[in-house]
Each structure stands twice: as structure tokens, then as C-alpha cells.
């Protein structure tokens, strides 16, 4: 059963805005990852944070975790439109072996 | 010099044909994954084998069996393809079963008509 729901599904911004993606899920977790999915090509890992971690930078990249709402949030700083392109979160339940993927955003960056 | 590789990019086959999509990574990871990924950009997984042994069976058709000949590589065999198979299939690995980073191929687009 789907664990994670990013919200938007798709968002649209002008190029050098700053792009927030959220991401809610069901069950306790280990961890939680985000993804970047290009049209056309396989997914690309961006970052992981652990249960016991509430904020993580990586370049223009910022993610929160929030345990007790259940919720992660993906920033990314200064878009460019290279960053277009579809985001996941995934999570690993507690117990589990297996990371489980949302639905994903649709991020449109307008030159 | 790809990471994860998976052949072929596309297939088109006819209903009840049958056919395999194979994958390979050269990362030296003990773990891989097949997900399949629907129209709407759902990604599910189906299996998973660590170090030549099947970890995860989501439940999937029995049409469907994965290979796995050596760590390095993963096939998928699906039997009697069907319309609802047309997906794109993404072969996936990580270093262990319990070190989620995943790496993931290309994909196969495949298409039953």
C-alpha cells in the first residue's frame, strides 16, 4: 500500500524562485528519501534522512522531517531549469526491508 | 562505464507473448530491485534479492519471475504478457539490504498491444 503523498502534484515556477515540495506518510519510518526522476529516465537519489535527523542540506538542497506530524519537506533553493523534473519521497517503514515511493510532484521550472 | 544498466530501453510485444528485460550493475552492491512504474508515474516494487536470494515478492502474477544468476545481475521473465503489463520497468540497486540508496537504471518501456 502507497506509504508517502507529495503534495503539490505539479508546481510551476519562475526560474531562481525557490521550489517546496511537502511530503506526508502513514506509519513510523527508519528513514526517508527524495528522488529525482528526469522525463524519460530512471530515478536519482538526493538525499536521506533518518528518523532521529530533522533537517539535512545538500548544495540547494534543504529537507525536514517532521516525525510527530508525519511529514518532510523538500526545498530547493535558486531552480534552475535544470531542476525540472519529478520528485519522490520514499520511506522505510520501521521493521521493513523495503522503501516504499509517493506519487511524486511534477516540478516546472519557466524560464 | 553505467552504473545500472538494463536491456532492452524498449519492447513492443504482442498479447501472450513472452519476454524477459535484463539487468546488471557494476557497483559491486549485494541488493537489487525490480519496480514498475505505471502510467501515472506510480512506482511499485515487485521483488528484491540480496546476494542471489529473492528478499521481497510484492504480490505480482505468477507471470512474472525474477532471475538472478549472480549479484551483479537480475533478469525479469514475464509469461503470457498482458495489456495491464505495459509499464516501464526499472531495475534498481544498493549496496545492502539494509542501506537504502538506490541507484536505479534506465528503465524498459514496454508496450502490449
Known amino acids: 500500500s502507497q506509504q508517502g503523498e507529495e503534495d503539490p502534484q505539479a508546481l510551476s515556477i519562475q526560474e531562481g524562485e525557490n521550489a517546496t515540495m511537502n511530503c506526508s506518510y502513514k506509519?513510523?519510518?527508519?528513514?526517508l528519501q527524495w528522488y529525482r526522476q528526469n522525463s524519460g529516465r530512471g530515478l536519482v537519489h538526493l538525499i536521506l534522512?533518518?528518523?532521529?535527523?530533522r533537517e539535512k542540506h545538500s548544495g540547494r538542497l534543504r529537507v525536514t522531517l517532521d516525525t510527530s506530524k508525519k511529514s518532510s519537506s523538500l526545498l530547493i533553493t535558486a531552480s534552475r531549469a535544470a531542476d525540472t523534473a519529478s520528485y519522490f519521497c520514499?520511506?522505510?517503514?520501521?521493521?521493513?526491508?523495503?522503501?516504499?515511493f509517493g506519487k511524486g510532484t511534477r516540478l516546472h521550472i519557466l524560464p | 562505464d553505467t552504473a545500472v544498466s538494463q536491456t532492452p530501453k524498449y519492447l513492443v510485444t504482442q498479447m501472450g507473448n513472452d519476454k524477459s528485460i535484463k539487468c546488471e550493475q557494476n557497483?559491486?552492491?549485494?541488493?537489487m530491485y525490480w519496480y514498475k512504474q505505471d502510467s501515472k508515474k506510480f512506482l511499485k516494487i515487485m521483488f528484491s534479492?540480496?546476494?542471489?536470494?529473492?528478499?521481497i515478492n510484492e504480490t505480482v502474477p505468477n507471470r512474472f519471475s525474477p532471475k538472478s544468476p549472480d549479484k551483479a545481475h537480475l533478469n525479469l521473465h514475464i509469461n503470457s504478457l498482458e495489456l495491464g503489463d505495459s509499464a516501464v520497468y526499472f531495475c534498481?540497486?544498493?549496496?545492502?539490504?539494509?542501506?537504502?540508496?538506490?541507484?536505479f537504471g534506465p528503465g524498459t518501456r514496454l508496450t502490449v498491444l
Open positions: 534498481a540497486s544498493s549496496q545492502s539490504r539494509s542501506y537504502n540508496e538506490q541507484f
Open positions: 506509519t513510523s519510518i527508519n528513514n
Open positions: 534522512i533518518r528518523s532521529n535527523e
Open positions: 520514499a520511506t522505510e517503514k520501521i521493521g521493513d526491508d523495503k522503501i516504499i
Open positions: 557497483l559491486g552492491h549485494d541488493t
Open positions: 534479492y540480496n546476494n542471489k536470494e529473492l528478499i
